[in-house]
C-alpha cells in the first residue's frame, strides 16, 4: 500500500513535507508553457488549477507525474524528487483527461489490472481494489465492462484507477470533463473523501466554480504563471 | 507482471475484428491449400509465351530470318509476318503480342555504314511480365547484330583492294551480309536463355502469401499501441512498476500466438502437400518476419496522433516492404531503381526463408543477419515512438 508514506523525523525540513514545487519551467521549442511555477501542497489539501485551454495545466501535470522533465524546477514529494524515480511515482495516482482503461474489460477486472501492475497481489491487492471502489462508490456497476458503462460511470472508474494503491498524491486531469450532474457530484465526493483519508490532490480543471466547491485552494495558470499567490503554502481554507 | 501484461493484451486483442481476420484468413488457407494440386500441373506459369508479329512492308531477308529463328525460340509463341493493321488489332483484343515494325528500306540500309529509321516496337503493356523477358532478349539480340555489322564494315574494307570492278565488290558484300546473318541466326546464337533457375510459381504464390499473412498482423499491433498511447493507458504503465519494454513486449507475444493460430493450418497443409519442405526454415521465417513488422506497426502505432490514417499508411507500407523483398514481383522483374534497397526490407529474408524451406533448400546465408539486424533496429524504433508517445510528441499535452 503507497499511502501515507511518514518522512522520516530526523530528515524533517520544509521541502520532506508534503508536495514541494520550486521555479518549474517547460518549453516546447519555442513556445514556453510553464515560467517559474512553485506552491506547496500539504497532506490532505486540495489544490484546484484552471485555466484555458492550452494554459499548460496538462502538462502542469505531466510534470508533476514525472511523465515529463522540467527544463528547470524541482518537484518533491515528501523530500523524493520527481523524475525517472520510481519511489517517488509509487506515491503518485494520475487520473488523466481521457479514460485510460480497457474497454473490453469490466471495471474490476480493469483495477485488478493496474492492482498488478503496482506490483500488488493476493489479498492485499483485492483489498486495494476494494478500497478503490469503496471509496469512489462505484460498487452498482463493478462488473459491468467499461464500453457498457455511461461516461460519468466511466469517469468514476478512471478515478478509481488512479486511487488503486493508495497513492499520497492524487493527480486529477479534468474529472468531471463530459459527465452529467449526478455523476459529477459522485466524483467530486470522492474527492472530498481523499481529502478526509489525507491524501494531497492536485485537480486541473476548467471551471473555477466548480472546483471551489471541493479545493483548499484554487489557481489559475496564466501565461505560465500561477495567478494568486503562487508561492504561498496551500492552507486550509 | 508480464504474465498480467500477456493476459491484458490478450483479451484487447480478442475483438470480432480479430475473429474476423482468422475467418478471412482460414478461407484464404483453404483456397490455397485446394489450388495447390493445380499449380503442379503444369498450366500455371508466372508468364506466358509471348507472340509476335513482324510488319515488314518490303518481306525483306531480314523478317524472314527473324520469323525463322524466333519461333523455336523458348518463350515464344505464334510469330507472324503481316501488315500493321493486323497486328495492332492482335494487340487490341489483348493478345500475348509485341510488334516489330521494320521501317522501308531497312535492309538496305544495314548493308551501308549509314544511318537508318529505327526498328520499333509495340507491346502491350497488360502483360508486363513477358514484355519484360522479351525486351531483354531483344536488347541481346540487337548487341548481337550491332557485332555482326561491325564485323561486316571491317571486312569490307578489307577486301576492298581485291575487287577492281565496284560491282563485283558489292554485290560480294551483299552476299556475305546475307550468309552471315543467315547462319548467326540459324545457328540461334545470338540469344541464349537460361532456364537453370527457374521460378516455381507455386513456391512464388505461397511464399507471397505467406509473407503477407505474417506482416497483416502487425495491423492488429499497430491499432492496439495506438489505443494505449491515445486512451493514456500508456501513461499509466509508465507510473506503474511496469518495465518500459513489458507492455510491447507482451504485445508482440499475443500478436506471435495470432501469427501461430492463422498460420498453423496453411504451414500443415504445405507440409502435407510438400514432404520435402523444411518446416523449420517456414517458422523461422515467419516468426522473423512477423518479429521485425510487429515492432515496426507498433512504433507507427504509438507515433500516430490520428490512428484512423495511420491503418492505411500501414498497409501501404507493408505492401511496399512486400514488393521490395520480391513478394509481389520477382525479383528479376523488378526495377533496377529497387533492386539494390531489396536487402532493407524483412520480406526479402523471409520470402528467400520460405522460398528455400518449401524447396526443402538450406537456409539463404543472408538471413539470419538480416532479421537480426532488423530485428535490432526495429526493436530501437519501437522503444525511441513509445517514449514519443509518452511524452506526447508535439501535440496533446499542452490543453
Known amino acids: 500500500m503507497r499511502h501515507p508514506p511518514a518522512p522520516a523525523a530526523e530528515n524533517k525540513s520544509p521541502d520532506n513535507d508534503g508536495l514541494q514545487v520550486r521555479d518549474l519551467c517547460k518549453a516546447y521549442g519555442r513556445e514556453s508553457v510553464l515560467q517559474g511555477v512553485s506552491f506547496s501542497l500539504m497532506p490532505g489539501h486540495i489544490l484546484g488549477v484552471c485555466g484555458n485551454n492550452g494554459a499548460g495545466k496538462t502538462t502542469l501535470i505531466h510534470l508533476l507525474a514525472s511523465i515529463l522533465p522540467p527544463d528547470s524546477g524541482r518537484i518533491t514529494l515528501f523530500g523524493i524528487p520527481a523524475g525517472q524515480n520510481r519511489a517517488y511515482r509509487r506515491l503518485i495516482g494520475y487520473v488523466p483527461q481521457v479514460i485510460a482503461l480497457s474497454p473490453r474489460l469490466t471495471v474490476r477486472q ?23 471502489i469503496q471509496l469512489t462508490h462505484i460498487q452498482d456497476f463493478v462488473n459491468k465492462r467499461v464500453s457498457r458503462c455511461s461516461g460519468g460511470m466511466a469517469r468514476r472508474a478512471n478515478l478509481a484507477a488512479g486511487l488503486v494503491g493508495s497513492p499520497s498524491l492524487m493527480l486529477l486531469d479534468e474529472p468531471t470533463a463530459g459527465v452529467d450532474e449526478d455523476n459529477r457530484e459522485a466524483l467530486l465526493h470522492a474527492v472530498r473523501g481523499m481529502k478526509q483519508s489525507g491524501r494531497m490532490v492536485v485537480m486541473v480543471n476548467h471551471y473555477r466554480s466548480e472546483m471551489e466547491a471541493v479545493c483548499d485552494r484554487v489557481v489559475t495558470l496564466r501565461d505560465g504563471r500561477l495567478a494568486e499567490a503562487p508561492n504561498d503554502e496551500i492552507g486550509e481554507r | 507482471m508480464l504474465f498480467r501484461l500477456i493476459l491484458f493484451h490478450l483479451r484487447e486483442t480478442l475483438t470480432v475484428r480479430t475473429l474476423a481476420f482468422f475467418a478471412a484468413v482460414l478461407l484464404l488457407t483453404l483456397f490455397i491449400l485446394s489450388a495447390l494440386p493445380s499449380f503442379t500441373e503444369g498450366n500455371d506459369r508466372i508468364s506466358y509465351n509471348l507472340s509476335l508479329s513482324i510488319v515488314d512492308p518490303e518481306a525483306s531477308l531480314i523478317s524472314q530470318s527473324l520469323a525463322g529463328i524466333l519461333e523455336g525460340m523458348s518463350g515464344m ?78 571486312f569490307g574494307q578489307a577486301v576492298r583492294p581485291l575487287f577492281s570492278d565496284i560491282d563485283a565488290y558489292n554485290k560480294q558484300l551483299g552476299a556475305t551480309f546475307s550468309q552471315v546473318a543467315v547462319w548467326a541466326l540459324t545457328r540461334r546464337a545470338v540469344v541464349t536463355q537460361n532456364e537453370s533457375a527457374r521460378m516455381s510459381t507455386p513456391f512464388h504464390v505461397v511464399s507471397s502469401i505467406m509473407c503477407l499473412l505474417c506482416m497483416q498482423i502487425g495491423l492488429l499491433l499497430l491499432t492496439q499501441a495506438w489505443e494505449e498511447r491515445s486512451n493514456g493507458i500508456l501513461v499509466r504503465l509508465s507510473l506503474s512498476r511496469a518495465r518500459w519494454w513489458a507492455s510491447p513486449f507482451a504485445r508482440q507475444l499475443v500478436g506471435l500466438l495470432w501469427v501461430g493460430v492463422s498460420m498453423a493450418p496453411l504451414i500443415i497443409g504445405l507440409k502435407s502437400f510438400y514432404p520435402g519442405a523444411r518446416l523449420e526454415l517456414l517458422l523461422a521465417a515467419v516468426f522473423g518476419l512477423y518479429w521485425v513488422t510487429g515492432c515496426l506497426c507498433q512504433a507507427a502505432g504509438y507515433l500516430s496522433v490520428k490512428g484512423g490514417l495511420a491503418l492505411p499508411g500501414a498497409w501501404l507500407f507493408i505492401l511496399a516492404l512486400l514488393l521490395m523483398g520480391g513478394g509481389i514481383y520477382p525479383e528479376t522483374l523488378l526495377p533496377a531503381a529497387i533492386k539494390p534497397l531489396m536487402a532493407l526490407s524483412p520480406a526479402y529474408y523471409a520470402y528467400r526463408t520460405v522460398y528455400a524451406g518449401l524447396q526443402g533448400g538450406a537456409l539463404p546465408s543472408t538471413a539470419p543477419v538480416g532479421f537480426a539486424a532488423m530485428a535490432a533496429l526495429s526493436g530501437l524504433a519501437l522503444g525511441l515512438a513509445r517514449r514519443h508517445g509518452l511524452r506526447g510528441g508535439s501535440s496533446g499535452v499542452t490543453a
Open chain 2, 77 to 154: 509463341g505464334s510469330v507472324h509476318i503481316e501488315d500493321m493493321a493486323t497486328a495492332q488489332k492482335r494487340l487490341d483484343n489483348n493478345e500475348i503480342l509485341m510488334i516489330i515494325s521494320i521501317p522501308p528500306g531497312f535492309f538496305e540500309s544495314s548493308q551501308a555504314w549509314v544511318r537508318r529509321d529505327p526498328v520499333i516496337l509495340h507491346v502491350n503493356p497488360r502483360m508486363p511480365a513477358e514484355t519484360a523477358i522479351f525486351i531483354r532478349a531483344l536488347r541481346s539480340l540487337t548487341d548481337s547484330i550491332m557485332g555482326m555489322q561491325a564485323a561486316y564494315m571491317s
Open chain 1, 110 to 132: 480493469n483495477l485488478d489490472f493496474w492492482a498488478s501492475a503496482l506490483g500488488l497481489s493476493g489479498k492485499i491487492r483485492r483489498a486495494a481494489v476494494d478500497e478503490a
